[in-house]
C-alpha cells in the first residue's frame, strides 16, 4: 500500500504522477493514512494568492485616496481565502473522494459559505475605488450592461443553484466525477461561481441601480432556494439505492456502508443547506423590519421598479453617484431630468 502525506491535484503539473490520474479504487487508502492527507493544488493556491495580493494592495490605494475600507472587509476575504484551502487543500479535500458526506461538506462550503464571505468583502467595489474615477465609471458601465444586470439577478442564479444541486447529486454525476478527476474539478469551480452568482444581489452591496433588490424579493429568493437543499437531502436519505457506489468501493471497506454514507450526506444537504439559508433569511427579515421602522425606502417592490426606473434615466449621466444613499440618487435624479429639460 502506497503512503503519502502529500496528493497533488487540481490541475497539477505535468508529468508529476499523482492520486487524481486513477480511479479512486485504485489508490485507495487507509483510514489512518488518508487523516494525513494534504491535496497540493499549484492552480488554485497560485490564483488565491495573486487574488490576495491585489486585494490588499486595492485597500491601501483606497486608504490612500482618502477612503477608509472597512476592516471587516479584509476580514472577510481572509475567511473566504481559508475556508478555500479548507475545501481544496485540506484533509476534507482528501476525504471528499472517499466519504459522500465529507463532499456534501466541502459543497456546502464552496457554494455557500464562501461566496457569502466573498462577497461581503465587496472586491467589485473595492476595483472601482482603487482605480479611481476612470476605473469607477467603467466598473458601473459593466455592472449597467443589460446581460450582465439579468447574470446577476435571481431569475438566473436560483435555476443556476437549483441545477448544480440537483444535477450533480441525483443524477449519477457522481459516480462519473469519482472516474474523471477533472470532472470532479470542474464540479467544485461550478459550485463556487454559482453560488457567487446567487449570493451577489442577495447579500451584496455592490451592484447599483435596477440591480439592487428590495427585502421581498431577497427574502423570497432564500426562501425559494431551500427548496433544492430539501428535495436533495430527503431524497438521499429516503432512498435505499446508491446513488453514488464509488465512493463505498473506493475506501476498500473501511468507514461506514454505502447507504449509511449517503444517508449522512443527505441530512447534511437538508440541515445545513436550510440552515445556512434560515440564517441568511432571519437576516434579511431583520433588514427589512429595520428598514420599515426606520422609514427607509427599498421594502417593498414599488420601490425597486422605482429604482429600475431611476437607473435607465441615470445610464448616461456622469454623475458620480452612491446608489445606496436615496437622497444622493434623488438628487442626481432630478439633475438628469433637468439636463433633458434643457436639452429639449
Given at each position: 500500500?502506497?503512503?503519502a502525506?502529500l496528493?497533488v491535484?487540481w490541475i497539477s503539473?505535468p508529468?508529476?504522477v499523482?492520486?487524481a490520474?486513477?480511479?479512486?479504487?485504485?489508490?485507495a487508502p487507509?483510514?489512518p493514512?488518508?487523516l494525513?492527507?494534504?491535496v497540493?493544488?499549484?492552480?488554485?493556491?497560485s490564483?488565491?494568492?495573486v487574488a490576495?495580493?491585489?486585494y490588499v494592495?486595492?485597500?491601501?490605494?483606497a486608504?490612500?485616496a482618502?477612503?477608509?475600507?472597512?476592516?471587516v472587509?479584509?476580514?472577510?476575504w481572509?475567511?473566504?481565502?481559508?475556508?478555500?484551502?479548507?475545501?481544496?487543500?485540506?484533509v476534507?479535500?482528501?476525504l471528499?473522494t472517499?466519504l459522500f458526506?465529507?463532499?456534501?461538506?466541502?459543497?456546502?462550503?464552496l457554494i455557500?459559505?464562501?461566496?457569502m464571505?466573498?462577497?461581503?468583502?465587496e472586491p467589485?467595489r473595492l476595483?472601482?475605488?482603487?482605480t479611481?474615477?476612470t476605473?469607477d465609471?467603467?466598473?458601473r458601465a459593466?455592472l449597467g450592461?443589460r446581460?450582465?444586470?439579468?447574470?446577476?439577478?435571481?431569475i438566473v442564479?436560483l435555476?443556476?443553484y437549483a441545477?448544480?444541486?440537483?444535477?450533480?447529486?441525483l443524477?449519477?454525476?457522481?459516480?462519473?466525477?469519482?472516474?474523471?478527476?477533472w470532472?470532479k474539478?470542474?464540479?467544485y469551480?461550478?459550485?463556487?461561481?454559482v453560488?457567487?452568482?446567487f449570493m451577489?444581489?442577495?447579500?451584496g452591496n455592490?451592484?447599483?441601480?435596477?440591480t439592487k433588490l428590495s427585502h421581498p424579493?431577497?427574502?423570497?429568493?432564500?426562501l425559494l432556494?431551500?427548496?433544492?437543499d430539501?428535495?436533495?437531502?430527503?431524497t438521499l436519505?429516503?432512498?435505499?439505492?446508491?446513488?453514488?457506489?464509488?465512493?463505498a468501493?473506493?475506501r476498500?471497506?473501511?468507514g461506514?456502508?454505502g447507504?449509511?454514507d449517503?444517508s449522512a450526506?443527505?441530512?447534511?444537504?437538508?440541515f445545513?443547506?436550510?440552515g445556512?439559508?434560515?440564517?441568511l433569511?432571519?437576516v434579511?427579515?431583520f433588514?427589512?423590519?429595520?428598514a420599515?421602522?426606520t422609514?427607509k425606502r427599498?421594502?417593498?417592490?414599488?420601490s425597486?421598479?422605482?429604482?429600475a426606473?431611476r437607473?435607465?434615466?441615470?445610464?448616461?449621466?456622469?454623475?458620480?453617484?452612491?446608489?445606496?444613499?436615496?437622497?444622493a440618487?434623488?438628487?442626481a435624479?432630478?439633475?438628469?431630468?433637468?439636463?433633458?429639460?434643457?436639452g429639449?
Open positions: 500500500m502506497r503512503r502525506l496528493h491535484g503539473l508529468g508529476v499523482q492520486r490520474a486513477m480511479h479512486p479504487s485504485a489508490v487507509e483510514s493514512e488518508i494525513q492527507t494534504w497540493f493544488t499549484p492552480v488554485v493556491t490564483l488565491m494568492i490576495s495580493i491585489l494592495y486595492g485597500t491601501v490605494r486608504r490612500r482618502g477612503v477608509a475600507w472597512p476592516m472587509r479584509v476580514l472577510s481572509f475567511v473566504a481565502m481559508a475556508l478555500l484551502v479548507f475545501s481544496v487543500n485540506s476534507m479535500a482528501e471528499a472517499h458526506w465529507a463532499h456534501m461538506v466541502v459543497h456546502l462550503v455557500t459559505v464562501v461566496p464571505f466573498l462577497v461581503l468583502a467589485i476595483l472601482a475605488t482603487a479611481g474615477e476605473g465609471r467603467r466598473v459593466f450592461n446581460v450582465v444586470r439579468l447574470v446577476m439577478s435571481p442564479g435555476p443556476l441545477f448544480a444541486l440537483i444535477g450533480t447529486h443524477t449519477g454525476f457522481q459516480d462519473l466525477a469519482l472516474d474523471n478527476p470532472l474539478q470542474l464540479e469551480a461550478g459550485y463556487f461561481v453560488g457567487w452568482i451577489l444581489p442577495l447579500i455592490e451592484l447599483c441601480g435596477p424579493l431577497r427574502f423570497a429568493s432564500f432556494a431551500m427548496g433544492p430539501t428535495l436533495v437531502g430527503v436519505m429516503m432512498t435505499t439505492t446508491e446513488l453514488a457506489p464509488g465512493y468501493a473506493s476498500l471497506g473501511w461506514p456502508t447507504l449509511e449517503q450526506a443527505g441530512a447534511i444537504m437538508w445545513g443547506g436550510d445556512l439559508m434560515m440564517i433569511l432571519l434579511v427579515a433588514q427589512w423590519i429595520t420599515e421602522a422609514g427599498g421594502g417593498g417592490m414599488g425597486w421598479l422605482d429604482s426606473r437607473g435607465q434615466l441615470m445610464g448616461e449621466s456622469d454623475v458620480d453617484v452612491d446608489v445606496d444613499d436615496d437622497e440618487a434623488l438628487a435624479y432630478n439633475a438628469r431630468l433637468r439636463e433633458m429639460n434643457r429639449r
